[in-house]
């Protein structure tokens, strides 16, 4: 028989009814059932199928439209029913969220949008192993960080595809994480210190400078210090709780390491807290706040105005405010701390502290060392280098 008429997606056969219509940029051809038998082409039922194609263009136009609703016994209905990439990675990212900190949760965003510009419109099942690897071979030029970020961004979402049974194994597997080596250490010399603080408290605001003091002598991270209130500081025990950090302006009932960690106050640390007295003891909340006496909630403020402003001055070659916690580390090592000590007044594991600063920790042993050598070497050869005559 002959093609039947159609108008506004609805086609009218000999025999039953057919509903066209667009979707994800596919033609789509449906004939309407009724108890698994061909809908009669009645005017009544032409104008119900007139009636059921002007919805499902609308629903298709507002993102709602589900074919397993219309059409369960269709195959394209199974197909329709697997997500795109784009849409499963926000509901991966939706999952782990109250598991993140607001700049991590940030950072996977932002490598979730890298996917979906590459890979967003492709059903998650269909996406192979090939296509993964090829979408990490365009950031070649990114550090070994940033692909393993984006890595776990895809590797997360297909994980739990996985247990959603929606694919049947992950196409990232057997595809492993760039070996990432963490920046050295890189504090400032006791002098630099010495000049930074100076000029802060001479010309800068005074909680700002005892912002930076503090730091420079317990050596929290900055997210800590902001995130540090009253009832964490014991004045006389001299220490202060460690459990909290600001990140991304929201405060973090955690630290990095989800772990606490109560720090004694040198000297100068306390120099600081007692500055913050006169600031914000009495409000009760926050110790350290802006030079207009309001909580900080961003230290990239210190940072712009502040402390990059120091640096520029004194001519101190720049690295951000981070470094006064390598700062403290170094001189505490140096002043002949113990290094199980100073770990856990930083919150590290000795091993990550070993593995950090074990210049500074072997640093006068291998002076020594290189003593004696030096020393045995002495008796062999002259001082320019030369073997002394009569040496053998």
Not at 380 to 385: E, M
Request: overall charge positive.
């Amino acid at each position: 028989m002959g093609r039947g008429k159609s108008s506004g997606g609805v086609e009218v056969r000999p025999n039953s009814i057919r509903i066209s219509f667009t979707l994800n940029g596919e033609r789509c051809r449906e004939t309407l059932t009724l108890n698994g038998e061909p809908l009669a082409p009645t005017p009544a039922n032409v104008k119900y199928a007139r009636r059921v194609a002007a919805e499902i263009r609308d629903k298709i136009r507002h993102g709602t439209f589900s074919y397993h609703e219309y059409f369960p016994h269709s195959d394209a209905a199974a197909a329709s029913s697997v997500p795109l990439l784009r849409d499963y990675l926000e509901t991966w990212l939706n999952a782990v969220k109250p598991q993140l900190s607001p700049a991590t949760l940030r950072t996977y965003r932002g490598k979730a949008k890298q996917w979906v510009a590459a890979l967003g419109d492709e059903r998650i099942d269909q996406i192979r192993h090939s296509q993964i690897l090829q979408v990490l071979a365009g950031a070649s030029d990114v550090t070994a960080k940033t692909r393993n970020n984006l890595l776990i961004v895809i590797r997360g979402a297909f994980d739990m595809a996985t247990r959603d049974r929606i694919v049947d194994a992950n196409p990232c597997d057997g595809i492993r994480n760039g070996r990432h080596q963490a920046p050295r250490p890189d504090p400032f010399t006791k002098d630099e210190m010495i000049a930074i603080l100076r000029e802060l408290h001479e010309r800068h605001p005074e909680p700002i400078a005892a912002l930076i003091q503090f730091k420079f002598f317990t050596g929290v991270r900055t997210g800590e210090a902001l995130a540090l209130s009253w009832s964490q500081v014991d004045l006389r025990a001299n220490t202060v709780l460690i459990d909290r950090t600001l990140t991304d302006r929201a405060l973090k009932m955690s630290t990095k390491t989800s772990q606490s960690r109560l720090v004694n106050l040198t000297r100068p640390a306390r120099a600081a807290i007692d500055t913050m007295q006169r600031w914000t003891r009495l409000r009760g909340a926050n110790v350290f706040c802006d030079a207009s006496g309001e909580a900080m909630l961003d230290g990239r403020v210190v940072n712009d105005q502040h402390w990059r402003v120091v640096l520029k001055k004194l001519g101190i070659r720049y690295r951000d405010a981070y470094h006064t916690r390598h700062t403290f580390a170094s001189l505490a090592l140096m002043a002949g701390a113990k290094p199980g000590y100073v770990a856990k007044q930083l919150g590290h594991s000795v091993q990550v502290f070993f593995a950090r600063y074990a210049d500074w920790i072997t640093g006068q042993d291998d002076a020594r060392e290189a003593d004696r050598i030096n020393a045995t070497i002495d008796e062999a050869f002259a001082p320019g280098g030369s073997p002394k005559t009569g040496s053998a």
